[in-house]
């Protein structure tokens, strides 16, 4: 099984700036089977990215991720105040997914 | 607009059965490709996949805990049920339903607000 891991566990920022969040798997992937969500306090994951570059639906351009293999990236090129969160990448294999522990990016 | 919406008991003893139900709206699940997944998210942790159905009836499971759980489906009420046996504090956790809208998608693209469900004697 696939072992997810993210980093860093918080990344304190300020509005306006860039975020990178980092998610390694425990051997190599395909992009194809990775995703990111964003979690906001009291709400449900939203889908951000899938097929590790790909914006899902309605999500703005300042977010995009990049990566292969085992080393997959999620940027968030400039902070809005609404940004502020918890940010899970996912994978799926052979009908099985996994998530990793998650990186809260919080207000400077 | 695909929508789904999660029901069940809000607390449950430890080594009851739960059931939950996720109601949904927007899409079908005979439509090919289509399946509805279950994760759970104890608080302040992270997600964990629990089950899933496919348009066709086919299921999967998350192998660390495919002995307590059972996933089906009724489609004439546009409903998904999963029930999990001898229940734990442990499996304290809010409880989300979410859509795949085809084999070849590998996520999740709507997800329902969840329900907490607390297990405590």
């Known amino acids: 099984e696939i072992v997810l891991t993210q980093s860093p566990g918080t990344l304190s920022l300020s509005p306006g700036e860039r975020a990178t969040l980092s998610c390694g798997a425990s051997?190599?992937?395909?992009?194809?089977?990775l995703a990111w969500y964003q979690q906001k306090p009291g709400q449900a994951p939203r889908l951000l990215i899938y097929?590790?570059?790909s914006r899902a639906t309605g999500i703005p351009d300042r977010f995009s991720g990049s990566g292969s293999e085992t080393d997959f990236t999620l940027t968030i090129s400039r902070l809005e105040p609404e940004d502020f969160a918890v940010y899970y990448c996912?994978?799926?294999?052979?009908?099985?997914?996994?998530f990793g522990q998650g990186t809260k990016v919080e207000i400077k | 607009q695909v929508t789904l919406n999660e029901s069940g008991p809000t607390l449950v003893k430890p080594t009851q059965t739960l059931t939950l139900t996720c109601t949904y709206s927007?899409?079908?699940?005979?439509?090919?490709?289509?399946?509805v997944g279950w994760i759970r998210q104890p608080p302040g942790k992270a997600l964990e996949w629990l089950a899933l159905?496919?348009?066709?009836?086919?299921?999967r499971y998350n192998p660390s805990l495919r002995s307590r759980l059972t996933i089906s489906k009724d489609t004439s009420r546009n409903q998904v049920v999963l029930t999990m046996t001898n229940m734990d504090p442990v499996d304290t956790a809010t409880y989300y339903c979410?859509?795949?809208?085809?084999?070849?998608?590998?996520?999740?693209?709507?997800w329902g607000q969840g329900t907490l469900v607390t297990v405590s004697s």
């Open positions: 927007g899409f079908s699940l005979i439509t090919y490709g289509v399946s």
């Open positions: 051997r190599s992937i395909s992009s194809s089977s």
């Open positions: 097929g590790a570059s």
């Open positions: 159905i496919y348009w066709d009836d086919d299921k």
């Open positions: 979410a859509h795949r809208r085809s084999t070849t998608e590998r996520s999740f693209d709507s």
């Open positions: 996912q994978h799926f294999d052979n009908s099985i997914w996994t």
